[in-house]
């Protein structure tokens, strides 16, 4: 019998069933009709289509309304802004009222903040002092401004919601950096602490703006601390972003009342805009400060290290300064001290750092602080804003102000061309920056403003949905094109002759002070041995020495 043959079997086919491919495809399709009417509920996606006015490009005044439709925008929101503090206003004063009798006494408030150790020992200091010394009327009444600022700075914590958390900070040795006035206290505290532990106190200006970083309670604080023990030195941080004539006018100035040192602590940003200031370089400056410090601390002759505070405005160029004087330590030396986190930003600085250089010498980071000016006229700078939104466009352009908390740059273009209209060469090297033509309208007014950014906004691609120039961009663009000396300006010392009052009699600020302040520069000019190192004579010389030929 034949064996029976046994036919191979088919192979199973791979393929997926047509009933299988049909319910996914259901599926999906079902999935997305889903999707699809979940988006069309999103208040979200209505919002946004609402923004976008979808202008079509061929309309003839598209420009126009898309101009329009951003100052519509901008006053309502500066609308929204009024009300607001107009709200908070009404709600401190009502609060005040409310608290009338139950106004602490000032032993209390002493307790409560610190200050009464400090006032009895600036007392006790005080009574030390020899009354034939010359000095001694000028320690006095700058102890006196400084209690009147202590005073105006309680009162405004008084009115501050956030202080408790703060002093906590401040506490814990760590004051996190804010714009807003709700760290204004720990901000003191941090001030009052580096002037405290210095015996010398390095006042950081900006180059740029020596008297808009500058403020007379800092250094009326300064000279009522320790009964006048403690020494002051200004540093004119950042010249080379400034011409050879305008330092030498600003170094005349600024040594009428202490000695003052010009410094190029760090290198420029990238494509910043700066003047070549013959034999002021980095590593001389840093030198002749780091030889001054060595030679005070030689001649007071202390067992202990002598500290050296580094106290200024945020991004005036402190931890630059630090590091600058660590870098003139041999290669060893250096590697084995951390240098001071530097940075284009304000607020890099958080808390107050020490930095041992060696036994002589200590060094003392701190946080930037801005100083308010009070009702004493704190600041010396001669810009006084018109309004708070002007004030902190202010802010803004002294680089005081980390950008995050830069909710609308706008105002502060606006003054910088107001500022820059004032000198035409600079308002023409500033559109080359951006390679634009002259700016239409009137820059004074504000008028140029939108017309200037939504150009900048094309050039640099700030655009939004539907190609609409995003002005806010633009903006900060320009803020940091600023901060960076890549765009070029700068304030000129106030000339030495003074100003005619209504009177018709020329006064001089700080008249009465100024014979005092002679001496105080003379003395202490000896004792850091400046007198060789960029005094005026030579200061004035090698500025003068120094040529305005721009480098990239
Ligand atoms: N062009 C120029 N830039 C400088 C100079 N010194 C410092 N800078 C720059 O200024 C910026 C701020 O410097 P920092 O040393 O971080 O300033 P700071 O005062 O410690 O800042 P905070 O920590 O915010 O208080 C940095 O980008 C530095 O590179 C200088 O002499 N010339």
């Given at each position: ?8 079997k ?35 996606w ?35 802004q ?15 009222k ?22 009895d ?20 009444s ?29 506490d814990?040795?760590?004051?996190e950096?804010q ?49 006048g ?31 003052t ?13 700066t ?22 601390a ?23 300064v ?11 030396a ?44 704190s ?13 902190h466009?202010?802010?803004?352009l ?78 900060m ?9 890549r ?35 003379t ?30």
């Amino acid at each position: 019998m034949a064996g029976s043959i046994t036919k191979p079997k088919k192979p199973k086919s791979k393929r997926t069933p047509v009933r299988l491919r049909h319910k996914i495809e259901k599926a999906s399709a079902a999935k997305q009709r889903k999707a699809r009417k979940l988006a069309k509920k999103n208040p979200e996606w209505r919002s946004k289509l609402k923004k976008d006015p979808g202008i079509p490009n061929l309309f003839p005044y598209k420009e126009k309304l898309l101009h329009q439709i951003e100052e519509d925008r901008i006053r309502k929101k500066e609308e929204q802004q009024r009300r607001r503090e107009l709200a908070k206003a009404a709600k401190s004063t009502e609060a005040q009222k409310n608290e009338g009798d139950a106004h602490m006494d000032e032993d209390a408030m002493d307790e409560e903040f610190g200050g009464e150790d400090m006032d009895d020992d600036m007392d006790e200091d005080a009574s030390d002092i020899d009354e034939s010394n010359p000095l001694a009327a000028l320690i006095a009444s700058a102890k006196k401004a400084a209690e009147q600022y202590d005073k105006e700075l309680q009162s405004g914590d008084e009115m501050d919601d956030d202080d408790d958390d703060s002093e906590d900070e401040s506490d814990a040795g760590v004051i996190e950096v804010q714009g807003g006035a709700s760290s204004r206290r720990a901000y003191d505290k941090v001030f009052k602490q580096v002037v405290e532990q210095a015996d010398v106190v390095l006042y950081v200006l900006d180059a740029r703006d020596p008297e808009g970083t500058r403020s007379r309670d800092v250094e009326r604080a300064v000279m009522a601390a320790a009964g006048g023990g403690k020494r002051l030195i200004l540093i004119l941080n950042k010249v080379d972003l400034i011409p050879p004539p305008v330092l030498r006018g600003w170094l005349a100035h600024l040594r009428r009342f202490f000695p003052t040192l010009p410094l190029r602590a760090s290198t420029p940003a990238p494509n910043a805009h700066t003047f070549n200031h013959r034999d002021i370089t980095v590593p001389s400056t840093s030198s002749a400060l780091f030889r001054a410090l060595k030679s005070y601390a030689a001649s007071r002759n202390l067992k202990r290290a002598i500290s050296v505070g580094v106290i200024g405005y945020p991004n005036v160029g402190k931890s630059s300064v630090i590091n600058a004087l660590l870098s003139r330590l041999g290669g060893s030396a250096r590697n084995q001290r951390a240098a001071c986190p530097a940075g284009a930003e304000a607020g890099v600085t958080t808390s107050i750092r020490s930095v041992k250089i060696d036994n002589r010498l200590t060094l003392l980071d701190s946080p930037g602080i801005v100083f308010p000016s009070t009702s004493g006229g704190s600041s010396t700078s001669t810009f006084v804003p018109k309004n708070p939104t002007e004030a902190h466009a202010h802010l803004v352009l002294l680089n005081a102000i980390p950008p995050k908390q830069i909710n609308d740059p706008i105002p502060a273009v606006t003054l910088l061309l107001k500022r820059l209209a004032a000198h035409p060469e600079l308002m023409e090297r500033m559109t080359k920056v951006y390679d634009l033509p002259p700016l239409l309208g009137n820059p004074e007014s504000g008028d140029a403003t939108m017309d200037f950014l939504i150009q900048v906004a094309r050039k640099r691609g700030r655009l939004g949905r539907g190609g609409v120039p995003n002005v806010a961009s633009a903006a900060m663009t320009v803020v940091t094109d600023w901060r960076d000396g890549r765009i070029q300006g700068w304030t000129e010392a106030p000339s030495a002759v003074g100003v005619a009052g209504k009177d018709g009699v020329v006064k001089i600020a700080d008249e009465e002070v100024m014979a005092d302040q002679k001496v105080i520069v003379t003395q202490w000019a000896e004792e850091f041995k400046l007198e060789g190192l960029w005094g005026d004579e030579e200061g004035a010389a090698a500025a003068e020495g120094g040529n305005e030929v721009e480098m990239q």
